[in-house]
């Protein structure tokens, strides 16, 4: 049986609270079939939940950090995400282009710090 450390734990605990997060809209819109409602996907929930995405990404740092495992997904997509987000907040009325492209980037990023979680939890 392999030996659960905290930096084990905390590195689940991240990709799991990414992988929810990434999964939240698709789930929602399943819920929107089921009723007698129309069909409604809101592809703007990873980003309005921007600081539950940090907190995962957080624990995912700690738990890769103390590991001392290989990080260059993480250094990637990290200041990736962050810089998205923080752009996407800030933005007073971007075009719709840029919006878009910049949603696009940061739900990339979303998916490539969970490929390294799960990368990284089973080495």
Do not use: Q, W
């Not at 282009?97 to 998916?111: A, E, I, K, Q």
Request: proline residues 5%; positive net charge.
């Amino acid at each position: 049986m392999r030996e659960r450390s905290p930096s084990a734990i905390l590195m689940v605990v991240g990709t799991a609270v990414l992988l929810v997060l990434l999964l939240t809209p698709v789930l929602l819109a399943l819920f929107t079939l089921i009723g007698p409602r129309e069909f409604f996907f809101n592809y703007l929930l990873t980003a309005e939940l921007g600081l539950v995405a940090c907190i995962g990404a957080l624990f995912l740092t700690i738990g890769t950090m103390t590991r001392r495992m290989d990080a260059t997904l993480l250094f990637i997509f990290l200041p990736l995400m962050l810089c998205t987000l923080f752009a996407l907040m800030v933005l007073r009325d971007p075009s719709p282009v840029l919006s878009g492209f910049m949603l696009v980037l940061y739900n990339l990023s979303l998916v490539g710090l969970t490929f390294h979680g799960i990368k990284s939890l089973r080495d």
